[in-house]
C-alpha cells in the first residue's frame, strides 16, 4: 500500500474516532430529583428576594450535598397530594415529585409512598386572643372545680385522720406530748401532723408502730402538696395567659379555624366544627382579626408565625395534643431512601443541627 492510500486510512480511522466519541461527550448530566416545596413556616418559607429558607431547607440542602443529589424545588399545594376524598395521599410522582421536603410520617403518607426518618416531633396546639375582661371570679370558679375541691378536702382531713392515729398510738407511751386531756391530747398529735407536712415537725415519736405510720405520711405529704402545687401553678399560668380556652375541651364550644388538609383533619375525626383555611398563616391571620376564636394548628408554626407577627394579641396555649414526626416523603421503592437517612441522621447528631434548630425557633431542640 502505497505512502498516500495510508494516510487516507489513517484520515478515515481518525473520522470514525470523533463520531464515535461524540454521543459520549453530548450525554447530558444526571436528571435532578425534584422536591416538593410550600410555603410552612419554619421549615420552609420565601426570603425577600424569592430564595427559599427554614429548617427543611438547611437540613435538605446539607443531605443533597453529602449524597451529591442534583435537585429543583417545586413549589406545590397540599390539596395537589391528597385523594378526592381527603383521606390519604396520592403517590408523589403523580405530580412529578421525587421528595417531599416536609411531609407528616403517617399510615396516610406511607400508604402509597416512602418516608425517612423524622427529623422533627411536634404536635397540634391551640392559638387565641387573651381575654382583658377576665377577673378574679373567673379564675376562682375555674380553679374550684368539684376535683380540686375533693383534693382540698382531702389536703385537709389527712392531718386529722393522722393526728388521731398518732395520738392513740402514742397517748399512754408519750404523755409529755400527747398525755393529759383527751382534748389536749387531740390537739397536740394534730399539731404535730400539721407541721409534718412543711417539715417542721420534731423527732417526738417513741413507739415503732408510730414511725412507721409516719414514713408513709410523709410520703402521702410529698404526693398530695405536688398536686396542688400543679394544679395551682397550671391555673396561674392560663390566668396570665388571659383566654377563656385552656385547652381541647374548650373547642366544641367556640368558633375554630384550620387549614383543611392537616389540624382540619384531626378536628374532623373528633367531631369538633371549624372554619377551613388554605393555609395555617391565613387561619392565624382571621383569629387575629376576630374571625375566629382559636387556631388549631402545628405547634411549632405556632410558636415562630405569633412571635414573629402577632406577639402581643395572640397567645399560644402550652401543651400539645395529637403529636407527629415530620420527615422527608419518597416515591415508593426509592433507592434514595437510605442515603438520605445515613447522611440526615448523621447531620442531627451534630451541634450544627442544634444550630439550625436554635435559628429558626430560639431555645427549642430536638
Not at 416545596?37 to 427554614?54: K, L
Not at 395555617?280 to 375566629?292: I, M, P, T
Request: proline content about 6%; glycine content about 8%; some cysteine.
Amino acid at each position: 500500500m502505497t505512502i498516500k492510500g495510508l494516510a487516507g486510512r489513517f484520515r478515515e480511522a481518525a473520522a470514525l474516532a470523533v463520531l464515535l466519541a461524540l454521543p459520549a461527550a453530548a450525554k447530558p448530566g444526571r436528571k435532578p430529583v425534584i422536591v416538593g416545596v410550600r410555603v410552612n413556616p419554619p421549615f420552609m418559607f420565601h426570603e425577600a428576594d424569592g430564595s427559599w429558607d427554614g429548617i427543611t431547607i438547611d437540613l435538605w440542602k446539607h443531605v443533597a450535598g453529602e449524597v451529591k443529589i442534583p435537585y429543583e424545588l417545586k413549589e406545590y399545594k397540599s390539596p395537589d397530594l391528597r385523594s378526592a376524598d381527603n383521606k390519604h395521599f396520592l403517590p408523589f410522582e403523580k405530580n412529578g415529585l421525587d421528595v417531599l421536603a416536609n411531609a407528616v410520617i403517617d399510615r396516610d403518607t406511607e400508604e402509597f409512598n416512602d418516608t425517612s426518618a423524622p427529623y422533627y416531633f411536634t404536635g397540634l396546639s391551640i392559638a387565641t386572643r387573651p381575654d382583658s375582661k377576665r377577673g378574679l371570679l373567673e379564675f376562682l370558679g375555674r380553679l374550684l372545680t368539684p376535683r380540686f375541691l375533693e383534693s382540698a378536702a382531702l389536703l385537709a382531713c389527712a392531718p386529722l385522720i393522722m393526728g388521731v392515729l398518732v395520738w392513740r398510738i402514742e397517748r399512754r407511751k408519750n404523755k409529755r406530748e400527747f398525755g393529759g386531756p383527751q382534748a389536749m391530747g387531740l390537739a397536740a398529735a394534730i399539731l404535730w401532723a400539721c407541721e409534718s407536712m412543711v417539715g417542721k415537725s420534731r423527732p417526738i415519736l417513741r413507739t415503732w408502730p408510730a414511725r412507721i405510720l409516719t414514713i408513709g405520711w410523709t410520703f402521702g405529704c410529698i404526693m398530695l402538696l405536688s398536686a396542688a402545687t400543679a394544679k395551682l401553678s397550671s391555673e396561674f399560668t392560663l390566668n396570665q395567659l388571659g383566654s377563656r380556652i385552656t385547652g381541647p375541651k374548650d373547642l366544641p364550644y367556640v368558633k375554630v379555624g384550620a387549614r383543611k388538609t392537616s389540624a382540619g383533619l384531626t378536628l374532623q375525626k373528633r367531631g369538633i366544627a371549624f372554619t377551613p383555611y388554605e393555609t395555617d398563616a391565613q387561619a392565624v391571620d382571621a383569629l387575629a382579626r376576630g374571625e375566629v376564636d382559636a387556631v388549631v394548628a402545628s405547634a411549632a408554626f405556632l410558636q415562630y408565625y405569633v412571635a414573629k407577627n402577632y406577639p402581643k394579641s395572640i397567645v399560644v396555649l402550652p401543651g400539645t395534643f395529637t403529636h407527629f414526626s415530620i420527615g422527608f416523603g419518597l416515591t415508593k421503592g426509592s433507592p434514595l431512601t437510605r442515603k438520605i437517612n445515613v447522611a440526615m441522621l448523621d447531620f442531627m447528631d451534630t451541634d450544627q443541627w442544634q444550630q439550625v434548630i436554635a435559628t429558626y425557633m430560639g431555645s427549642s431542640t430536638q
